[in-house]
C-alpha cells in the first residue's frame, strides 16, 4: 500500500506544472535531439546520441516519481483547516529560550524549503510541533543540544 503523500494545492500545482513541463517540452526535445543524433552514423562516438539517451533515462525517471507522488497525493488546504492545535499546514510562530522568534510552516515533503521556514510534517520539528496549542512547549533537538520553543500563534494562511 502506498502511503500517503500530503501536500498543499500549491505544491501539488508545482509538482503537475514540472510534470506537463517534462512531458510536454523537455521530453519531446530530447526525442528530436536524440533521432537526429542517430541519423548521423556511428552512436558509439557520438556525443550527441550518448547524452541524449542519458537525459531522456533522467526525463523518465523523474516522471514516473512525479507520477507516483502525484497518484498518492491528499491535497490539504491550510485556509479550511479549522483548527487550535498545529496540523498540516500550519504556519507557527515559536520562542526560543534565548528570546529569539522562528517561524515555521508544516508542509508536504515535496514542499520543504528550510530557508523559508517550510518543514516537512514528517520532520522531527514537524512531528514535535503537531498536535500542540499555543503557549504548549516543544523540545527540539538540535546539533548544539535541545531547544525548548513556545508556540506563540498557529495561523493557517494560504502558502505561496
Known amino acids: ?9 500549491r505544491g501539488h500545482q508545482k509538482l ?9 517540452v523537455e521530453r519531446p526535445e530530447v526525442t528530436r535531439l536524440v533521432q537526429w543524433a542517430a541519423s548521423n552514423g556511428d552512436r558509439s562516438e557520438n556525443a550527441d546520441y550518448i547524452y541524449g539517451k542519458r537525459r531522456l533515462r533522467e526525463i523518465d525517471r523523474r516522471i514516473r516519481f512525479l507520477s507516483g ?4 497525493a ?6 479550511k483547516t ?6 498540516f499546514g500550519a504556519t507557527v510562530q515559536t520562542l526560543n529560550e534565548n528570546g529569539e522568534t522562528k517561524t515555521f510552516t508544516i508542509v508536504g515533503v515535496d ?47 494560504t502558502i505561496d
Open 16 to 24: 503537475v506544472d514540472e510534470l506537463e513541463q517534462l512531458m510536454r
Open 74 to 79: 491528499q491535497i490539504v488546504d491550510p485556509v
Open 111 to 157: 514542499e520543504v524549503d528550510t530557508a523559508k521556514g517550510r518543514i516537512s510534517w514528517q520532520s522531527p520539528i514537524g512531528k514535535n510541533l503537531i498536535g500542540k496549542c499555543q503557549g504548549d512547549e516543544v523540545s527540539i533537538r538540535i546539533p548544539a543540544g535541545e531547544m525548548v520553543y513556545e508556540i506563540v500563534s498557529i495561523i493557517y494562511v
Open 1 to 9: 500500500m502506498k502511503s500517503i503523500n500530503y501536500i498543499t494545492p
Open 82 to 87: 479549522q483548527s487550535i492545535k498545529v496540523q
Open 69 to 72: 507522488r502525484l497518484d498518492a
